[in-house]
């Protein structure tokens, strides 16, 4: 089956980028969505369909993608940003959603 | 902006079965899906289907093929999961989520439910 890998966890310092990695089999050509769950919180949608930013979320959040790997970018991190982020695909040979295992982001 | 409201905890005998239901207010489910994800404690996020009710058209994980319903009131805007064959793995928080569609696949889920924590227990 489809395996999107992303790291356990990024650690960053306040004000500076952090980049969450997402690798998977010909990423490029299925739609990528990234998704922040806070602690004891649901998720939510900031980025789909690779580069699109739903109302709402900052203009810090961008993601971007090359070869076998789709990243999420955020920018001017804030100790809000702290959270966990997980990529998804749909993988269209088994009909099946495909999450990331999902990354710890730590704002030193 | 739609909001998803789920019911509330259920606590339950293994074997058995849970249905947790997911209504939209604000907004309606018309012309989307209604994706179901579970979290298990301190674990990420597990597809388990769902359902794209302008085409009556449901997909499921198959990690639960066989026990798992997916169903949608469109009348009401309330959707539906039910879990049968109950083990104490399956003790994990559910989740609903609006999913846009492209054609029958499942897309992106631009809006949440609260949870609904289920706990099976003897």
């Known amino acids: 089956s489809y395996v999107l890998t992303q790291p356990p966890s990024v650690s960053v310092a306040p004000g500076k980028t952090a980049r969450i990695s997402c690798g998977g089999d010909i990423i490029g050509v299925k739609s990528v969505h990234w998704y922040q769950q806070r602690p004891g919180q649901a998720p939510v949608l900031v980025i789909s369909y690779d580069t699109d930013r739903p109302s709402g979320i900052p203009e810090r959040f961008s993601s971007s993608k090359s070869g076998n790997t789709a990243t999420l970018s955020i920018t001017t991190v804030e100790a809000g940003d702290e959270a966990d982020y997980y990529c998804q695909v749909w993988d269209s040979d088994i009909d099946h959603v495909v999450f990331g295992g999902g990354t710890k982001l730590t704002v030193l | 902006q739609v909001q998803l409201v789920q019911s509330g905890t259920e606590v339950k005998k293994p074997g058995s079965s849970v249905k947790v239901s997911c209504k939209a207010s604000?907004?309606?489910?018309?012309?989307?899906?209604i994706i179901w994800v579970r979290q298990a404690p301190g674990q990420g996020l597990e597809w388990m289907g769902g359902i794209i009710p302008m085409f009556d058209t449901t997909h499921s994980a198959q990690d639960f093929r066989g026990r798992v319903t997916f169903t949608a009131d469109e009348s009401t805007d309330i959707g539906y999961v039910e879990l049968s064959s109950l083990t104490s793995g399956d003790t994990a928080v559910y989740y609903c989520?609006?999913?846009?569609?492209?054609?029958?696949?499942?897309?992106?889920?631009?809006?949440w439910g609260q949870g609904t924590l289920v706990t099976v227990s003897s």
């Open positions: 989520a609006r999913s846009s569609v492209r054609g029958t696949t499942f897309q992106a889920g631009d809006s």
């Open positions: 604000g907004d309606t489910f018309s012309g989307y899906g």
